[in-house]
């Protein structure tokens, strides 16, 4: 698991599974876990990594409700975890479903955990909005489109966007279950701007990349939705990310972007 220090305030851990990233952001003596690593002696060493840093994790979020990004409850088992309303609906609307997932994922590479993923009723945060952490408040933006649900998590006094499912240099976009082509059109028109601004965005797949190199993304993945809604299977992959995994993935895109009913009915 690699650890990179993005501000004084701000570090990340990225997972050995997927590049999922999980980032810390501490205010005074307050610092919360936002989205997860994935692998079990990561989450065991997490806690350790927190305090060597002396950040006092009091509590945690996620950017959606898929389970690989909901596991930081194992780090810390007294945090309560905070999630957009978006994402609180999800969980109820669906309960067990990302125990299952987690299951699943475990069963089929022999993965040995603690215990049972323990998801108390997670504190439903409007959004957009805000959320207090010490002296200072994070920004939550809607992120939406990879799935139902989700949020975006400006820090403004680091200028750190952590965006969620979005803006990875190693995944193409993704319409899981619940997403949409124009719901996630909407979410990059959203970020823009914060990507803009942004010293360092942090992908929930994937290394930490600077401005410049997320706006490339953004606008590659702009031009990859454009052509998954006009050409189906045909739409070009962009050119870093177009590997067996990445064609998968586009397979269930086309899947998914043909299924929803046409304006015409
Ligand atoms: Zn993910």
Redesign the pocket.
């Known amino acids: 698991m690699k650890a990179v220090g993005l501000h004084p305030d701000v570090f990340v851990v990225t997972s050995r599974i ?1 590049q ?1 990233t999980c980032t810390l952001v501490k205010s005074g003596e307050e610092a919360f876990c936002v ?1 997860s690593p994935v692998l079990p002696d990561e989450l065991e060493l997490l806690p350790a990594i927190a305090e060597q840093a002396s950040f006092r994790v009091v509590g945690c979020l996620a ?2 409700a ?1 389970w ?2 909901l596991l930081g409850r194992y780090a810390f088992p007294a945090a309560p975890l905070g999630l957009a309303e978006s994402s609180a609906a999800r969980l109820r609307g669906e309960p067990g479903a990302a125990q299952r997932d987690l299951r699943e994922f475990d069963e089929e590479h022999y993965v040995e955990r603690p215990g049972p993923l323990s998801l108390p009723s997670a504190q439903a945060l409007p959004v957009p909005g805000h959320c207090a952490v010490g002296e200072r408040e994070l920004e939550l933006h809607v992120a939406e489109g ?1 799935t139902v649900d989700g949020m975006a998590v400006w820090i403004p006094w680091a200028s750190v966007l952590v965006c ?2 979005y803006l990875s240099p190693v ?1 193409i976009p ?1 319409l899981s279950p619940g997403g949409s082509v124009s719901a996630y059109q909407a979410t990059l028109d959203r970020l823009e701007p914060l990507v803009e601004r942004a010293s360092f965005v942090v992908p ?2 994937g290394a930490v990349i600077d401005s410049e190199r997320a706006l490339a993304v953004l606008r590659e993945d702009r031009a990859y939705l454009s052509a998954l809604a006009a050409d189906g299977a045909d739409a070009a992959l962009p050119l870093t990310r177009r590997n067996g995994a990445m064609k998968k993935i586009h397979a269930e895109n086309v899947e998914r972007a043909g299924s929803r009913p046409s304006p015409a009915g």
Do not use: A, I
């Open positions: 997927w999922t989205d950017t959606h898929d690989d990004h990879h969620g499912d995944e993704w929930g797949h």
